[in-house]
């Protein structure tokens, strides 16, 4: 396959886990025989310092023109102090968002064996978790009308959905359900929210296209308290944008293995690939970054492209190095660590 | 003093629950001299049944009238199934809140030395958690307009917040961090919303009121994460309705003692006392229902009211009690487990 691939490094430690996420890739492709073509482009604070916008106008013609984007990390500590500065780090992640359509935000949660007792939760509450989010990523109260009123005394946030929105990104819901465990939890607040009673009818009657999918609804506060209690309790669960901001965010750090967490984010037309962990500003530069959860993204990236096994090779090369302790510092536990340029050279070498 | 207090229900368990909490009541009476006239009134489901809406005017009045009012649970599964129809328990529950004005949900999560194995958390990540949260509950997406536009094609919600709204509850979140660990964290999700804007600015001008209080302010979606990892570096956190409806959740299973937990809900005319759990159809009339929850609702009921004594004495039965081992089966972990009623006994003669 030839690959066109837009490589958005991004803030922080960005760069250096891209770095490692390419050199695997590029292990892949010659062991697999692709050619891939990589991109670069700007984004985030690196390109609001260079064109004073974070999502320039160019890197988004790279990213449409691309087979998929992959992505490291956004996010400066300069902009943190101010969060209703105009031009921030993250409004460029929305803006890149809704202008690539990507609607659907795949969030998985899984355990590595050889890491279950980093988990916060006890070993028999995380064993056997495996499930994924699918956060609706371009609705919702993010980008409904916002504004003040009352000489500022007053703010509001519309949150609006359309039936439409909700079927999109439950088929992907169902259809992912179908290639695992074939559940399916549609996560709202249907007994206060307008919203959400529409997201519910239009999950229910799509319930008979797919009848081995069992679904389940749940309340949002209540799918918050069962995540740490059973987290190995779910299988696929769909739900709205800020839902799942914050379940997704919760969900990441029950596993214990946050820093290993891939995530895709995709549309009709374009997808984009990037660990779920943020730009670690601490961190940068000093070659102490684990690279494992962007290395993994590009292996979600390779699925995407139907590309099983090239995903599984990477995927094996990350396991094995975890038994092997060939780990950065973060999973090091004492032991001895290595760098994230040393951690990459040894997934390239193992696939 | 003279107490009158309205005597809330509710359904499910909230009966057996609350007759516990009121012979613990009274037994405090007895002992501080004080005299406490209990006014039932009807609530939730039984309230639809009996009369055809979750919270009558009549109830309303006797709460109105009453020094304070003690809550059980409401919620019937013949309800679950249709969360748009028009008259439901909840919607009781939210009406409830806006008439008696109860700004302020108070959410205490804390631990009990002997119940810390519980936790689905390890015991070194758990141990010294004692955090509050302040949620806003009369406004925000809960009471802002919503409804259908294009033929029901489209649903939407309105988020609202004024500054004299996030004042009056940032002033009790400063004033409970200044009788507490002087740590104030405002959670909101300002790099988004509108509002959280509006929150994040009315708090910050508000700092230089309590110079001696530490505020912080984080995104909701990292509070989601921290609450798992460290719950115990919180001390009070404030926040607006939805958030806090899905944050104080998952932050009431983290210290095991979901059946322990109290809450209180209080506003400038009124305030309300209540377990926060649900109505456990399941176990209604069974006699088997955790009872220290509603019993140490009314601790926080009498310390409202300056009773500082009274409320540690029930505390201190409680903590005996769970030192002995004299509790329901949720508890019992394979020893002997007392029924409801007889834990309230036993609460009593304690006093
Ligand atoms: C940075 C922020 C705008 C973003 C979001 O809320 O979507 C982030 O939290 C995420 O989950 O990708
Ligand atoms: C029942 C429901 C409307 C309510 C809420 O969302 O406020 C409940 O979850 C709570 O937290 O008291």
Chains 1, 2 share one sequence.
């Not at 992640?93 to 935000?105: D, Q, V």
């Not at 001895?336 to 696939?351: C, F, Q, R």
Request: with cysteine; charged share 25%.
């Amino acid at each position: 396959m030839k690959l066109n691939i837009a490589l958005l490094a991004g803030d922080g430690i960005g760069p250096e886990v891209i770095d490692q996420a390419v050199k695997v890739s590029d292990a892949i492709a010659t062991k697999f025989n692709h050619e891939i073509t990589w991109k670069p482009a700007l984004t985030g604070a690196a390109a609001i310092d260079a064109v004073g916008e974070p999502y320039p106008d160019a890197t988004h013609d790279i990213c449409v023109a691309s087979d998929a984007v992959l992505f490291g990390a956004i996010g400066h500590p300069k902009y943190d102090n101010d969060p209703s500065a105009t031009v921030r780090p993250e409004q460029g992640l929305l803006k890149m968002r809704k202008k690539l359509g990507l609607f659907a935000n795949v969030r998985p949660t899984f355990t590595f064996p050889s890491l279950l007792d980093k988990s916060p939760l006890k070993r028999e509450r995380i064993e056997g978790t495996d499930l994924v989010f699918l956060r609706e990523l371009t609705g919702g109260i993010y980008f409904g009308e916002k504004g003040r009123r009352d000489e500022g005394e007053t703010a509001f946030d519309n949150c609006v959905y359309t039936r439409a929105e909700v079927q999109r990104l439950a088929i992907k819901g169902f259809e992912l359900a179908m290639t695992r465990g074939k559940k399916l939890c549609c996560v709202d607040k249907a007994n206060v929210l307008e919203t959400s009673r529409l997201w519910r009818e239009t999950v229910q009657a799509m319930e008979k296209d797919y009848p081995e999918v069992e679904v389940s609804y749940e309340f949002v506060d209540a799918v918050a308290m069962r995540l740490v209690q059973w987290p190995n309790s779910y299988d696929v669960l769909i739900t709205e944008n800020l839902f799942g901001d914050i379940l997704t965010d919760e969900a990441s750090v029950i596993s214990g293995s946050m820093g290993l967490m891939p995530s895709a984010s995709v549309g009709t037309e374009n997808a984009l690939f990037e660990p779920i962990h943020g730009s670690y500003p601490q961190a940068t530069g000093l070659n102490i970054a684990n690279p494992m959860a962007t290395v993994l993204s590009a292996a979600m990236m390779f699925e995407n492209f139907g590309l099983q096994e090239e995903g599984k090779a990477i995927r094996a090369a990350v396991n094995k190095a975890l038994d092997a302790g060939f780990v950065t510092e973060d999973l090091a536990d004492g032991g001895k660590a290595y760098g994230t340029k040393e951690v990459g050279d040894w997934l390239a070498a193992n696939i």
